[in-house]
């Protein structure tokens, strides 16, 4: 397991109520690594934060891991499927429909 991948394991696992449903995928190709995170759906909102923050405070963490060993490393974070914001489109769609 690389650094980073067991850095964002670390800190994730840390953060949710469901650690064992966390999945981390990495690749590499000639744009450096990507981490892709698959999260329980209850435990999006602990990934993501408020606004955004956490999520954008892994990235940054994520990138000085990699700076220190001299790779560029990115973050996706996987929306599972049924949750809370794909149930809100639907209901915006609903009331589109409606009109």
């Given amino acids: 397991m690389e650094q980073d991948h067991a850095f964002l394991d670390f800190v994730v696992k840390a953060l949710v109520d469901n650690p064992d449903d966390i ?21 999006m909102g602990k990934i993501i934060g408020r606004d955004g923050n956490i999520a954008k405070a892994l990235r940054t963490l994520l990138r ?7 790779a560029r490393v990115n973050l996706k974070i996987n ?21």
């Fill in 64 to 70: 000085v891991v990699g700076m220190k060993h001299n």
């Fill in 79 to 99: 929306e599972p499927a049924g949750g809370k914001r794909e149930v809100e489109m639907k209901s915006v769609d609903d009331i589109v429909d409606s009109l």
């Fill in 23 to 43: 999945v981390i995928n990495r690749t590499v190709d000639e744009m450096g690594v990507l981490l892709t995170l698959t999260v329980n759906p209850d435990d």
